[in-house]
């Protein structure tokens, strides 16, 4: 049998230094992957395989921890290298990469690690030159389009050269192990399931904060913003997969058909509702962990109404999830970076303990994605005495951190990611009609926005965005969970 090979585009790009490399050599140590498996690396850098074996050893040293860098590990995994330079935009370059493919086994995955833009004419020239068939898996990065119209035309050309179940569409999200976690956590126990609808909850929240600007992505982010970079497919996963019913099986058709049916149920904030549903910001100067930053204008260095924050009151048109608001809520240079769930649930129907002084909190189940991976349950629980003055009840967190679950060390989301893909396991890819399900109901919001002539309004940057977000929820008597 010849051996397998990883085709990754991109191979000299961002991605595959920080987390694509990295993640591959970490399955590597681990033997996890196949025998003689060859990854081939492609850009249109001029390097041949001793010069990108030199890139990925110093990407390893810098994004690896030291102590993992044993050095007949990363001998044997560079070893696995080998590089082909193709300008994508060029067909005639393919057919060097065709004859590097035969010479090396029999192609199994591709990685396009590359800007969107170079999807379509990457796509035709592997199937030009007889690389797309014989079960060959495509992998493709976000952001798949920038509305719904662009993403079919992706979705489509993909589609001529690949069919859908050799279409692996990336959210990484999907990769870490509490968003796994989560679904242990619903469809594993007893307990919360009951209680996961309108009966029980009260609101979910979804944050993801960054605090960094613009990083050197002013020409990807500017036009593009805060909805279209991480509501549209990040946060709507979340929010799929906590309001999604139960899955008959742990298995791709059965997941994604549930998430699609959360997503078509999104209820559409159009012109009507984009004013009251939605809020904009746009960070000005400010200060964030105590160190002054410019506003995004002063990095763009130019005028600009692209949204850095964003936060919106979805609902959830079915019956489990009626009148229970979702609130979302995304921004950069924001106080801290993290990334959270937060359900809401609601308070006891009667507390006996009123009349005894005790103060009920409404428990709250808290799961974190970033910086730390972390599930926390807050509970009522008495405080031990012999309440002479009354009785005395406490939150306190029950954690199920990922430390107390773990047998080794914390994995890059992408190792699962494309462990899978080698295998061909599509359940943690997303699939077309739920990209397009997202689009549409983006669409339909920045619709409204223009109809309503929205603009993003100023915050601080170290702030939690305008004081307009804080209204949003405030307004139903929720407060932002910081
Ligand atoms: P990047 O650093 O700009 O890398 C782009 C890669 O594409 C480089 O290897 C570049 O190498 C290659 N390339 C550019 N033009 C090419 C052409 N005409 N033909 C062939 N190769 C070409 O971008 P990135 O940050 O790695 O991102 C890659 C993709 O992942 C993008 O779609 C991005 O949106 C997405 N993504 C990135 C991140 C992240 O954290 N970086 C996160 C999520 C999604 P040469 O210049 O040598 O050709």
């Known amino acids: 049998m010849p051996h397998q090979i990883l085709l990754l585009f991109g191979a000299t790009g961002d991605l595959a230094q920080r987390m694509l490399l990295p993640s591959l050599f970490g399955l590597d140590s681990d033997g996890l992957l196949p025998d003689g498996l060859t990854i081939l690396g492609t850009a249109r850098s001029t390097l041949d395989d001793t010069g990108f074996r030199a890139e990925a050893q110093s990407a390893l040293n810098k994004y690896v921890d030291a102590d993992r860098l044993k050095p007949e590990l990363v001998e044997r995994f560079l070893a696995r290298l080998h590089y082909v330079p193709v300008d994508s935009t060029r067909p005639g370059d393919f057919a060097a990469l065709a004859d590097k493919v035969r010479e090396l086994g029999r192609l199994s995955a591709i990685f396009l690690s590359t800007a969107p833009s170079l999807f379509e004419p990457t796509i ?109 497919n990040h946060m709507l996963q979340l929010l799929a997969l906590v309001a999604m019913e139960p ?50 204008v002063d990095e763009l260095e130019k005028p600009s109404e692209t949204e850095t924050f964003v936060a ?114 599509p359940t943690l890819f997303v699939r077309r009609d739920e990209v397009e399900a997202q689009w549409e109901w983006i669409d339909a919001i920045r619709d409204g926005w223009t109809a309503n002539g929205m603009t993003p309004r100023r915050y601080g940057a170290g702030s939690w965005g305008p004081s307009a977000a804080i209204a949003l929820t405030e307004r139903d008597g929720v407060s932002w969970h910081d």
């Open 124 to 232: 035709a020239g592997l199937d030009a030159t007889g690389l797309a068939g014989d079960g060959v898996r495509l992998a493709l990065e976000k952001p798949l389009g920038h509305d719904l119209a662009s993403s079919r035309e992706i979705n489509d050309a993909v589609a001529a050269v690949f069919p859908e179940d050799r279409t692996f569409r990336i959210d990484h999200y999907l990769g870490k192990e509490t968003v796994q976690n989560l679904l242990a956590l619903r469809f594993g126990n007893l307990l919360f399931e009951p209680l996961w609808n309108s009966t029980g909850i009260d609101h979910v929240q979804i944050t993801v904060s960054e605090t960094v600007g613009l990083e050197g992505r002013v020409g990807f982010y500017e036009g593009t913003g805060a909805l279209r970079d991480m509501v549209q």
């Open 312 to 425: 919106i009151k979805a609902h959830i048109d079915n019956w489990r999830w009626k009148g229970v608001p979702f609130y979302l809520r995304t921004g950069k240079r924001l106080p801290s970076r993290q990334s959270e769930i937060t359900i809401q649930f609601k308070d006891v129907p009667h507390s006996m303990f009123a009349k005894r002084g005790a103060i009920l909190q409404p428990n709250t189940l808290i799961i974190r994605l970033q910086p730390e991976e972390n599930i926390r349950l807050l509970l009522m629980a008495k405080q031990p005495g012999l309440d002479r003055d009354g009785i005395r009840l406490r939150e306190v967190p029950l954690d199920l951190g990922h430390n107390a679950l773990a047998d080794g060390r914390r994995r890059i989301a992408y190792e699962r990611l494309l462990l899978d893909l080698l295998a061909g396991d």
């Open 247 to 296: 899955p008959a099986e742990f298995a791709a058709t059965a997941i994604r058909d549930e998430k699609v049916k959360v997503l078509r149920s999104l209820r559409r904030i159009d012109r009507e509702t984009a004013a009251s549903c939605t809020v904009i910001g746009q960070y000005g100067a400010g200060a964030v962990s105590g160190k002054a930053v410019p506003g995004y």
